[in-house]
């Protein structure tokens, strides 16, 4: 399978590089730039492409690596720091810029005969980044773009395809970026855009009949999510029935939903076991205020409830987990090893004793490659498109100790806030949205009767990929009915308020 390979030199923008990339069906992989001397240049490997980097070149211990295996044999592109780099180890100067560039510039000159450029347009508007600049190129380095403040916008080496670019055209902001990627993907890098969902599919079905033996069975922790769903269908297509699925009722889950789920996953042909522990884990949250001791406590005991089930299952060789590509690329990044546990894997950090493998079939796909990958697979668009919800569920998202009472009340709520945010067609415009129990009380009137109830705050933001996110502008006729339903119809609430804060500086979720 051809593939680009991304050195990552720590930017932030590394990612959108990979992900415009997949846009093209190209595959391609994050490697920290620690990598790039043991990099082999196999058939497959079509192109590599530096990222930029909070570095300076010039200062002592920035990323330097020997790339003379790599140059003239294979094409190449430098973004940013990456082409300074290019520019400083063949022997030209990089110097702090007079003036900072930093947003918006204006290509004021281009050679549009460049591959690279081919298509652009002088006025073009590219996304710069960096205090640094190349005042002085290396002899057999030409220039082929420029703004009016940095001269060297862009390069070429003669008799190479290796190519440095001054600006971002991984971002929006960079008006005909996906352009100058094309460019250098599909014409200069030759690739075939032959990476698909369905293509993926098929690899990766073929891989797990290769990996799993013919005998072995297989867990997999299942959320209703949208990674451990699509995880499922895969090792399903792959071996059957002897994928055992076992997905824990908490009691901390959203209205109706373990039956939902557990209905939809059973419609699927999967061979799912559905446990209500959810006695259990109030018994384990019992008088617990503190955020991290709740999650605690709930990642211990599901720990205790999987383990117990997983036990049941005679034969198992492997746990499945849906761990994507944004967690791998965090546990080699440029930083060094930082191996997590996310919440939302929930099966991290299971007992030694289960002497279990890991298998994790989603482990090279982004997030909206996923749900593509889930798509392909049928997966039906109540799980497909079902926003993200916490591993801890409702227990951070009611504020304080948790009992039955406050889950009943949060769940009643939030049902009415995501049914009317599908019934308003609202619902797949907004990353995430739910409900809030606060630990406070306010004074209301319902007819004659003064009222002393609870607050319930609503939240939904939109975003990309969850790492920024901007509260969503929720229509005020859209929020009034839904106020209005809540205060109505869940005894025990008689106020209604909305979150109008972003990520950062406040987070997506309360605790």
Known sequence: MERLIILDFGSQYTQLIARRIRELHVFCEIHPYTHAPNLALTEDIRGVILSGSPCSVREEGAPNPDLSHLLGHVPLLGVCYGAQMLAQQGGGEVTPATIREYGRARLAELNDASPLLHGMHVGSQVWMSHGDTILTLPAGYDIIASTPEVAVAAFKIEGQETYGIQFHPEVTHSTEGKQLLHNFVVNICRCAQSWTPDHFVDSAVAALQHTIGPDDQVILGLSGGVDSSVAALLLHRAIGPRLHGIFVDNGLLREDEFTTVLKAYEGLGLNVTGVNAAPEFYAALAGISDPEAKRKAIGRTFIEVFDREAHKVEGAKWLAQGTIYPDVIESVSVKGPAVTIKSHHNVGGLPDDMNLKVVEPLRMLFKD???????????????????????????????????????????????????????????????????????????????????YERVVALRAVTSVDGMTADWAHLPYEFLAEVSNKIINQVRGINRVVYDISSKPPATIEWE
């Open 369 to 451: 490659e996923v749900r593509e990958v889930g798509a392909a697979l049928g997966l039906p668009g109540e799980i497909l498109h079902r926003h993200p919800f916490p591993g801890p569920g409702l227990g951070i998202r009611i504020l304080g100790d948790i009992t039955p009472e406050k889950v009943d009340l949060l769940q009643r709520a939030d049902g009415v806030f995501i049914n009317l945010l599908k019934e308003h067609n609202l619902y797949e415009h907004v990353w995430q949205a739910g409900a809030i129990l606060l630990p406070v009380q306010s004074v209301g009137v319902m007819g004659d009767e003064r009222t």
